[in-house]
Protein backbone atom coordinates (compact mmCIF):
# COMPACT_ATOMS: atom_id res chain seq x y z
CA UNK A 1 0.00 0.00 0.00
CA UNK A 2 1.53 3.39 -0.95
CA UNK A 3 1.82 5.34 2.00
CA UNK A 4 2.60 9.15 2.88
CA UNK A 5 3.35 10.19 6.41
CA UNK A 6 3.88 12.79 7.72
CA UNK A 7 5.03 13.58 11.71
CA UNK A 8 4.37 15.37 13.69
CA UNK A 9 0.89 15.84 12.91
CA UNK A 10 0.63 18.57 15.45
CA UNK A 11 2.96 20.94 16.17
CA UNK A 12 2.74 23.52 18.69
CA UNK A 13 5.93 25.86 19.12
CA UNK A 14 6.83 29.64 20.25
CA UNK A 15 7.54 32.09 18.25
CA UNK A 16 11.24 32.13 17.36
CA UNK A 17 11.80 28.85 17.58
CA UNK A 18 13.08 25.82 14.95
CA UNK A 19 11.55 23.17 14.03
CA UNK A 20 11.39 20.04 11.20
CA UNK A 21 8.15 18.83 10.19
CA UNK A 22 9.18 15.17 8.52
CA UNK A 23 7.25 13.19 5.32
CA UNK A 24 8.24 9.90 4.98
CA UNK A 25 6.92 8.08 1.74
CA UNK A 26 6.46 4.64 0.24
CA UNK A 27 6.40 5.66 -3.77
CA UNK A 28 9.05 5.50 -5.90
CA UNK A 29 8.49 9.06 -6.86
CA UNK A 30 11.13 11.78 -7.55
CA UNK A 31 9.02 14.38 -7.12
CA UNK A 32 7.74 15.82 -4.11
CA UNK A 33 5.44 18.91 -2.80
CA UNK A 34 4.96 20.95 0.10
CA UNK A 35 1.68 22.64 0.20
CA UNK A 36 0.23 25.51 2.79
CA UNK A 37 -3.40 25.10 3.66
CA UNK A 38 -4.88 28.15 6.27
CA UNK A 39 -8.07 27.18 8.26
CA UNK A 40 -11.07 27.12 5.66
CA UNK A 41 -8.86 27.71 2.92
CA UNK A 42 -7.63 26.22 -0.30
CA UNK A 43 -3.92 24.99 -0.50
CA UNK A 44 -1.15 26.99 -2.26
CA UNK A 45 2.26 25.62 -3.25
CA UNK A 46 4.86 25.98 -1.30
CA UNK A 47 7.72 23.97 -2.71
CA UNK A 48 8.74 21.45 -5.57
CA UNK A 49 11.86 19.21 -4.94
CA UNK A 50 12.24 17.60 -8.24
CA UNK A 51 15.72 15.54 -7.66
CA UNK A 52 17.76 14.19 -5.08
CA UNK A 53 19.36 16.25 -2.46
CA UNK A 54 17.25 19.07 -3.79
CA UNK A 55 16.57 22.14 -1.48
CA UNK A 56 14.36 25.03 -1.93
CA UNK A 57 14.28 27.92 0.92
CA UNK A 58 11.27 30.72 0.84
CA UNK A 59 11.61 32.88 4.40
CA UNK A 60 11.91 31.34 7.09
CA UNK A 61 11.05 27.62 5.61
CA UNK A 62 13.33 25.16 4.11
CA UNK A 63 12.42 22.18 2.07
CA UNK A 64 14.68 19.50 1.57
CA UNK A 65 14.33 15.61 -0.20
CA UNK A 66 16.42 12.47 0.03
CA UNK A 67 14.70 9.89 -2.30
CA UNK A 68 16.94 7.46 -1.34
CA UNK A 69 15.59 7.41 1.86
CA UNK A 70 12.11 8.34 0.85
CA UNK A 71 12.44 11.37 3.02
CA UNK A 72 11.19 15.05 2.97
CA UNK A 73 11.76 17.69 5.46
CA UNK A 74 9.86 21.13 5.93
CA UNK A 75 12.48 23.14 8.39
CA UNK A 76 10.92 26.25 10.84
CA UNK A 77 13.35 28.53 11.30
CA UNK A 78 12.87 31.24 13.87
CA UNK A 79 8.58 31.16 13.64
CA UNK A 80 5.96 33.58 13.42
CA UNK A 81 2.46 33.36 14.39
CA UNK A 82 1.99 34.15 10.46
CA UNK A 83 3.28 30.33 9.56
CA UNK A 84 0.26 29.02 11.78
CA UNK A 85 -1.21 26.60 8.54
CA UNK A 86 -1.62 23.04 8.04
CA UNK A 87 1.34 21.98 6.21
CA UNK A 88 0.83 18.71 3.39
CA UNK A 89 3.45 17.11 1.33
CA UNK A 90 2.10 15.43 -1.92
CA UNK A 91 4.33 12.88 -3.71
CA UNK A 92 4.05 10.92 -6.96
CA UNK A 93 2.27 7.18 -7.26
CA UNK A 94 4.93 6.56 -9.45
CA UNK A 95 7.26 8.03 -11.61
CA UNK A 96 5.66 10.31 -14.18
CA UNK A 97 2.11 9.12 -13.20
CA UNK A 98 0.82 12.61 -11.85
CA UNK A 99 -0.87 11.01 -9.74
CA UNK A 100 -0.31 12.44 -6.39
CA UNK A 101 -0.75 10.94 -2.65
CA UNK A 102 -0.93 13.78 0.20
CA UNK A 103 -0.04 13.17 3.62
CA UNK A 104 -2.06 13.63 6.47
CA UNK A 105 -0.62 17.33 7.28
CA UNK A 106 0.83 18.93 10.01
CA UNK A 107 -1.10 21.29 12.27
CA UNK A 108 1.42 24.34 13.48
CA UNK A 109 0.19 26.59 15.90
CA UNK A 110 2.98 29.24 16.18
CA UNK A 111 2.38 30.68 19.81
CA UNK A 112 3.25 34.63 20.40
CA UNK B 1 -10.26 36.36 -11.22
CA UNK B 2 -9.45 32.90 -9.90
CA UNK B 3 -7.36 30.82 -11.96
CA UNK B 4 -9.01 28.10 -10.93
CA UNK B 5 -13.40 28.24 -9.63
CA UNK B 6 -15.59 26.11 -8.49
CA UNK B 7 -19.16 26.21 -8.15
CA UNK B 8 -21.22 25.90 -5.66
CA UNK B 9 -18.73 27.27 -2.94
CA UNK B 10 -21.42 25.27 0.12
CA UNK B 11 -24.40 22.85 -0.58
CA UNK B 12 -26.56 20.95 1.79
CA UNK B 13 -28.69 18.45 -0.09
CA UNK B 14 -30.49 15.04 1.08
CA UNK B 15 -29.38 11.72 0.87
CA UNK B 16 -30.23 10.19 -2.22
CA UNK B 17 -30.39 13.45 -4.36
CA UNK B 18 -28.03 13.69 -7.46
CA UNK B 19 -25.68 16.70 -7.08
CA UNK B 20 -23.15 18.40 -9.71
CA UNK B 21 -20.26 20.37 -8.59
CA UNK B 22 -18.76 22.47 -11.14
CA UNK B 23 -14.97 23.35 -11.47
CA UNK B 24 -13.28 26.15 -14.39
CA UNK B 25 -10.15 27.28 -15.00
CA UNK B 26 -9.24 29.70 -16.91
CA UNK B 27 -4.90 28.55 -16.71
CA UNK B 28 -5.11 26.40 -19.86
CA UNK B 29 -4.25 23.40 -18.09
CA UNK B 30 -4.55 19.80 -19.40
CA UNK B 31 -4.79 17.80 -16.17
CA UNK B 32 -7.74 18.70 -13.93
CA UNK B 33 -8.24 16.58 -10.38
CA UNK B 34 -11.01 16.87 -7.89
CA UNK B 35 -9.71 15.65 -4.20
CA UNK B 36 -11.65 15.18 -1.40
CA UNK B 37 -11.00 16.44 2.27
CA UNK B 38 -12.26 14.92 5.56
CA UNK B 39 -11.69 16.63 8.77
CA UNK B 40 -8.27 16.51 10.08
CA UNK B 41 -7.27 14.83 6.97
CA UNK B 42 -5.28 15.10 3.96
CA UNK B 43 -6.36 14.75 0.34
CA UNK B 44 -8.05 11.70 -1.22
CA UNK B 45 -8.24 11.85 -5.16
CA UNK B 46 -11.47 11.22 -6.55
CA UNK B 47 -10.95 11.08 -10.41
CA UNK B 48 -8.41 13.21 -12.65
CA UNK B 49 -8.07 13.80 -16.37
CA UNK B 50 -5.14 14.37 -18.07
CA UNK B 51 -7.15 15.59 -21.45
CA UNK B 52 -10.93 15.85 -22.55
CA UNK B 53 -10.62 11.98 -23.61
CA UNK B 54 -8.99 10.66 -20.56
CA UNK B 55 -10.74 10.38 -17.25
CA UNK B 56 -9.37 7.95 -14.82
CA UNK B 57 -10.45 6.84 -10.86
CA UNK B 58 -8.33 7.62 -8.23
CA UNK B 59 -8.38 6.38 -4.54
CA UNK B 60 -12.26 6.74 -4.11
CA UNK B 61 -14.11 7.06 -7.09
CA UNK B 62 -16.99 4.96 -5.83
CA UNK B 63 -20.29 6.75 -5.68
CA UNK B 64 -18.83 9.41 -8.10
CA UNK B 65 -18.67 10.79 -11.79
CA UNK B 66 -16.82 13.12 -13.45
CA UNK B 67 -17.16 14.39 -16.54
CA UNK B 68 -14.71 16.91 -18.65
CA UNK B 69 -17.08 18.86 -21.13
CA UNK B 70 -14.04 20.83 -22.13
CA UNK B 71 -9.89 21.63 -21.38
CA UNK B 72 -11.21 23.92 -18.60
CA UNK B 73 -14.46 22.31 -17.30
CA UNK B 74 -14.43 19.36 -15.02
CA UNK B 75 -17.28 18.38 -13.08
CA UNK B 76 -17.69 15.88 -9.84
CA UNK B 77 -21.19 14.18 -9.58
CA UNK B 78 -22.67 12.53 -6.82
CA UNK B 79 -25.29 10.20 -8.49
CA UNK B 80 -27.24 9.50 -5.11
CA UNK B 81 -25.61 11.25 -1.95
CA UNK B 82 -25.06 9.58 0.61
CA UNK B 83 -23.67 11.51 4.90
CA UNK B 84 -20.47 9.92 4.45
CA UNK B 85 -19.69 11.93 1.43
CA UNK B 86 -20.18 15.18 3.66
CA UNK B 87 -16.95 16.96 2.69
CA UNK B 88 -15.24 19.33 1.52
CA UNK B 89 -14.30 19.14 -2.35
CA UNK B 90 -11.36 20.67 -4.14
CA UNK B 91 -10.52 20.57 -7.62
CA UNK B 92 -7.02 21.33 -8.99
CA UNK B 93 -5.14 21.53 -12.36
CA UNK B 94 -1.59 21.14 -13.63
CA UNK B 95 0.38 20.82 -16.44
CA UNK B 96 4.31 20.40 -16.49
CA UNK B 97 4.63 23.02 -19.26
CA UNK B 98 3.81 25.29 -16.21
CA UNK B 99 7.35 25.76 -15.42
CA UNK B 100 8.21 22.50 -15.91
CA UNK B 101 6.98 21.61 -11.96
CA UNK B 102 3.48 20.22 -12.60
CA UNK B 103 2.25 21.65 -9.46
CA UNK B 104 -1.04 22.07 -8.69
CA UNK B 105 -3.20 25.03 -8.20
CA UNK B 106 -6.52 24.54 -6.14
CA UNK B 107 -9.83 25.92 -6.58
CA UNK B 108 -11.12 27.21 -3.15
CA UNK B 109 -13.46 24.34 -2.43
CA UNK B 110 -16.62 23.12 -2.25
CA UNK B 111 -18.38 22.32 1.33
CA UNK B 112 -20.77 19.59 0.94
CA UNK B 113 -23.19 18.53 3.70
CA UNK B 114 -25.30 15.65 2.83
CA UNK B 115 -28.28 15.16 5.62
Known amino acids: ELKVEQNPLFLSMQEGKNYTIYCNYS?????LYWYRQDPGKSLESLFV?????AVKQEGRLMASLDTKARLSTLHITAAVHDLSATYFC????????????FGTGTRLKVLA | DADVTQTPRNRITKTGKRIMLECSQT?????MYWYRQDPGLGLQLIYY???????NKGEISDGYSVSRQAQAKFSLSLESAIPNQTALYFC??????????????FGPGTRLTVL
Open chain 2, 92 to 105: ATSDDRDRGTDTQY
Open chain 1, 27 to 31: TTSDR
Open chain 1, 49 to 53: LLSNG
Open chain 1, 90 to 101: AVDMDIGTYKYI
Open chain 2, 27 to 31: KGHDR
Open chain 2, 49 to 55: SFDVKDI
